[in-house]
């Protein structure tokens, strides 16, 4: 007789929900036990690079659900230097070359489109459900069961870690607790409206139109701001980072995010141009949030009986490339993917889950860990000490981290280059150098 696969997602966070509509399908019990109340998603502008849009927009069809929510492609890179001076304007164009567009997106509007694409009945599959004010404790990995602050018990055939950077599943993974990672960096985050810039930061306003499809960057040595509109250019966001002082270090709370104080966030950008400077003076106390940026080191496993971790829980990294969401996305995806001829709960012995979950491993560890320490690299000084010059550009890694179409994809091509490496290796010297000659040519 067919009974229900069950799955247990830890997390209603990006990851938590992009992996349960990844797995929607009929015969498919999916619950998503979430710690909060669900309502916290903070005003902000999440950009999706290609790699992920494509997924989100075309795979899982929320193109047209997010366009009503006013999303917008952004059309490019400009960098202005301390100076004001623009050092570089990078048109991304990336339909033609990566598939998909980069998008700016709220990120309320992205999470209830997510939210909405898990748990409506309109959607293929049985809808996911979720469950909130569940904070899960720990995990028993090869039983399959998790186990809430409140003493309840979810035994399920297959349960994925989606908890974020403090992740508690991945505490029982590895058996021991991952402490999230300093990076040195802080960043101020601001949400102002479009109207509001448009009067009160005219200076700013003529060197930016802050309803433009743009990220706009403004660089020094250890300190950038990073600009971008969404909702059909009605709000404009600012992400001012600065090295990290300790400032918001609260070891007693759950959350890094605290209350930003604007005039200490002035003099940290008072040698900034002035027109650069003008929106950061604009904002209201109890508008601006500073968080406290950590990231992990590449774990040695993501897995460990039916259990597997997806997102931040993962592989947390630095928001400089965007790619944090974007990653996340891919591991849904992944999951999905892998997990596509599991049609019931008969298809779920313990050694069948493992050996998919060592695919998925497979195919996402090398990629998500290349893209966190990229992103670290694209953390360093923007300039040399003193001088104005840019010498990083936000397009470098642009190729890796956007040629990218799906888990099966990724895996053919990973084996192919494994495959050919391997040959090289069996190779003697001289056969070596006449192959590395023709590679040449
Ligand atoms: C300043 C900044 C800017 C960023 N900008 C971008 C960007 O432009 N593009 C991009 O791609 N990425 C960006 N990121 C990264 C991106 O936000 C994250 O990578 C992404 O949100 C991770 O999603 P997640 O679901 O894995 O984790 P989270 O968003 O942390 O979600 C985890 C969820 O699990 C819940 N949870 C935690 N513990 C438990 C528990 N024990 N029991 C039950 N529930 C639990 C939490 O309440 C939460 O809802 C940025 C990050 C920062 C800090």
Known sequence: MSKQFKIIIVGGGIAGLATAIALRASNRKIIVLEQSSLNREIGAVISLQPNASKIVEMTWNLAKTLQAKGSMVDEGFQVYNLDGE??????????????????????????????????????????????????????????????????????????????????IIRDSILGTKIPALRTGHSAYRMILPVDKLLSDCKAFCDVVDPRAPYTTMVMAHNRRMIMGPSRNGSVYSIVAMVPDEDMNENTTDTSWTTHGDIPKMCELFADFPEWARGPLSCVKDGEVGLWQLRDIDPLPTWMKGRVILVGDAAHAMLPTQGQGASQTIEDAEAVGTFYTDILDGNDAPLEQIKAINEKIFACRYRRATTIQQYSRQAAKPATEEGSVKIKMSPSEFMDYNCSYNGALKWARQQTEQERVADDFRKMSIAEREVKTQEVAL
Not at 136 to 149: K, L
Not at 157 to 163: C, K, M, N, R
Request: glycine residues 8%; charged residues 30%.
């Open 86 to 167: 623009l050092q570089m304007r990078i048109p991304l164009s990336t339909m033609e070359k990566y598939g998909a567009e980069r998008m700016l997106y709220h990120r309320v509007d992205l999470h209830d489109a997510l939210k909405k694409r898990a748990t409506s009945k309109e959607w293929a599959g049985e809808p996911a459900e979720i469950l909130v004010s569940k904070r899960v404790t720990h995990c028993d990995c090869e039983e399959g069961v998790v186990y809430t602050q409140t003493g309840e018990k979810f035994h399920a055939d297959l349960i994925i870690g989606a908890d974020g950077i403090k992740s």
